[in-house]
């Protein structure tokens, strides 16, 4: 089982800053990694598709860069929707497929 | 509008049976596969189940294998989730997602309590 390490846990951060979330797999992945935001009593919202690729609807603040092992999600000049908590997710080699334990984003 | 709705979401015994039930619209529900994932009370995402567009194959965690079947009804478009011998553990919210591995449409989500 590929594991998924997200850092950090938390992130205390205000409007407008710029952030970078990090996310860690156990071993190569390629480039089969998505993000998703999850706000509390929403399903969950697919942002990045192969590492980099923004789905479609999602606005350009959001990138996602990283091949291998390690991948980040940047969030430049964040506004008050996007705080929430943030997961990546594996899908090269399954089952299963793996999510990292999340990043909630706080406001500071 | 891709749209899916689950429903079955309950109270269940600990060692019990629950069947949860997703219907589809909007896509063409028998040319996707489909996903079970959940999320317990104050943890994150987890993967549970998939089957492919045809119901030939199923996947599962391993913390359902044995105890959870994945099917559909291509007919009906909708996609079953049933859970036997639940544990307390299995207590989460779960949701059907259209596609194998990523998915950009989910329901909004079943909630499974066992006591």
């Known amino acids: 089982e590929i594991v998924m390490t997200q850092s950090p846990a938390t992130l205390s951060v205000s409007p407008g800053e710029r952030v970078t979330l990090s996310c860690r797999a156990s071993?190569?992945?390629?480039?089969?990694l998505a993000w998703y935001q999850h706000k509390p009593g929403q399903a969950p919202r697919l942002l990045i598709l192969d590492a980099s690729r923004r789905v479609t609807g999602i606005p350009a603040r959001f990138s996602g860069t990283g091949s291998g092992t390690e991948f980040t999600l940047t969030i430049t000049s964040l506004e008050s929707e996007d705080f929430a908590v943030y997961y990546c997710q594996q899908y090269n080699k399954w089952p299963p497929i793996t999510f990292g334990q999340g990043t909630r984003l706080e406001i500071k | 509008e891709v749209q899916l709705l689950e429903s079955g979401g309950d109270l269940g015994q600990t060692g019990g049976s629950l069947r949860l039930t997703c219907v589809a619209s909007g896509f063409s529900f028998s040319t996707n596969a489909m996903t079970w994932v959940r999320q317990a009370p104050g943890k994150g995402l987890e993967w549970v189940s998939g089957i492919s567009s045809s119901g030939d194959e199923t996947y599962y965690s391993d913390s359902v294998k044995g105890r959870f079947s994945i099917s559909r009804d291509n007919s009906k478009s909708t996609l079953y989730l049933q859970m036997n011998s639940l544990r307390a553990d299995d207590t989460a919210k779960y949701y059907c997602?259209?596609?194998?591995?990523?998915?950009?449409?989910w329901g909004q989500g079943a909630l499974v309590t066992v006591s």
């Open positions: 071993q190569s992945i390629s480039s089969k």
């Open positions: 997602a259209k596609d194998r591995s990523s998915w950009q449409y």
